[in-house]
């Protein structure tokens, strides 16, 4: 049986919501705002500390975040999040104050980002209890890997067996379309055919054919995602990363990437959570040019309160590699946020590689291929991106940062390369923002 409360929303933030519903999907909007507003009631009586005075979480200069997977550390016999968190909780407690707990999905591909259960923990790391353990130490961070679905997934398979309402969960688009202008992060195919009850299909796939990704302009795969997003808040995560989140929305003829409905659905969220578990950020992924993705601050008190700080990390590398730190100077110096609700989270490595895209009007073109071929020269590899003229793009340095910082085959001492590792984590700890560590 549904538990009831008696929460109500705020005039703003029903109105906040009830805004972006009526841009998303029209004349439905007032029926699916009764149907939210009725799940986020029973979220409420469920988790009535979400609701206290003093829950709104801040940051400061005393914060820091972990970026692992939960198989990073490892004893024979023991699950390996229970691993982590007494590991954690010996060494790093009232040091790190976060967590960022790679996704600890079931996964097809993608490490780990090719989710075939939004709602499971991989059983080969742990459970849920694992994860709350975690909790008791630190503040959590989760993968919202909403963008994208694996075709592995349940949702997917009803899809193609064509069972609703997941019938219409995916996007699917005639192959003789013209989708020239979609910006594109991968030069695999945009489509991928699959055999479906009803014939084939060509299924919307912007990362990989494994991935398959969501059709938002159906509110009931919103609706679906913000249980997903609650369910998360309900386990301990007080960050929720938006992965890949640019691409959402999609309106053939247009790029695909930042439309208008993509930001009204983030500032839905952030409404929603606002209204039920206020404690909790929202953390934006994009991997583009600066200016494109500070536009995820919204008015600086309407969407995410933190971006990821790409253009670090390929300044950091040209910086160390030429001796010449102006244009990072320059660059940081203009660094601000819409407000003091917003902050960047500032990074130099993760699980994927060293993004170039953000450097564009920082460095210039014969800069970033410098940073292009140093990598090249070190052992490492470059994805690039298919641009609307059919050319391709640098997109990833795909290396560690300890091997992009020095050459793993030149004859420099170890110890100048520890010391050039450490110099870029100093830059990243000194600046202004969240400093993010992987490990």
């Known amino acids: 049986m549904r538990q009831t409360s008696t929460f109500s929303l705020s005039k703003t933030l029903a109105n906040s919501i009830l805004t972006h519903l009526h841009v998303l999907y029209g004349d439905a909007a007032p029926d699916i705002f009764v149907t939210l507003t009725e799940e986020l009631g029973a979220f409420v009586a469920r988790h009535p500390e979400f609701q206290l005075p003093e829950r709104p979480q801040t940051l400061s200069e005393k914060d820091s ?10 004893a024979p016999g023991e699950a390996t999040l229970q691993t982590l968190a007494d590991v ?17 999905f079931p996964y097809s591909s993608d490490d780990g980002f090719s989710i075939t259960d939004y709602l499971a923990v991989n059983p080969e790391m742990g459970t849920w209890e694992n994860i709350h353990a975690l909790r008791q130490n630190f503040r959590l961070m989760f993968d919202a890997v909403i ?7 349940d949702w997917f398979h009803a899809f193609l067996r064509g069972e609703p309402p997941y019938s219409d969960y995916f996007i699917t688009v005639d192959p003789d379309t ?33 991935q398959a990704d969501l059709n938002y302009k159906n509110p009931a795969v919103l609706l679906d995602i913000l249980n997903v997003l609650l369910t998360y808040i309900a386990h301990g995560a007080e960050f929720i990363r938006l992965d890949a989140i640019g691409y959402l929305w999609k309106e053939i003829g247009t790029s695909c990437i930042h439309l208008p409905q993509t930001h009204h659905i983030i500032q839905l969220m952030r409404a929603v959570l606002d209204a039920v578990a206020p404690h909790v950020l929202l953390i934006t992924e994009t991997n583009v040019p600066h200016a494109e993705n500070i536009s995820y601050f919204g008015d600086g008190h309407n969407e995410a309160q933190l971006v990821y700080n790409f253009s670090l990390p390929p300044l950091i590398l040209h910086t160390l590699h030429t001796a010449d730190a102006s244009a990072m100077s ?16 500032n990074f130099i490595a993760s699980h994927d590689g060293i993004g170039v895209m953000p450097a564009k009007g920082i460095l210039s073109a014969a800069e970033i291929d410098a940073l292009v071929q140093k990598t090249l020269a070190h052992g490492g590899l470059v994805s690039k991106k298919t641009n609307p003229d059919g050319s391709e793009s640098p997109y990833e340095l795909n290396i560690t940062l300890f091997d992009a910082l020095s050459d793993p085959n030149g004859d420099e001492p170890q110890e100048i390369r520890v010391v050039r590792f450490m110099v870029s984590q100093a830059i990243m700890l000194a600046l202004a923002g969240v400093p993010g560590i992987y490990a």
């Open 65 to 74: 975040i972990l970026i692992t997977y939960g198989d990073q550390i490892q």
């Open 88 to 104: 954690l909780g010996e060494h790093l407690a009232g040091i790190i104050s976060s967590v960022h707990l790679l996704p600890f």
């Open 147 to 153: 963008n994208h679905i694996s075709v592995q997934s």
């Open 178 to 210: 013209d989708l020239s202008s979609v910006t594109r992060p991968r030069t695999h195919p945009l489509l991928t055919p699959f055999e479906t009850a009803g014939g084939t299909k060509f299924v919307w796939t912007t990362f990989s054919a494994d």
């Open 330 to 345: 320059r660059w940081a110096a203009s660094l601000s946020t819409p407000g003091d609700e917003t902050s960047y989270f």
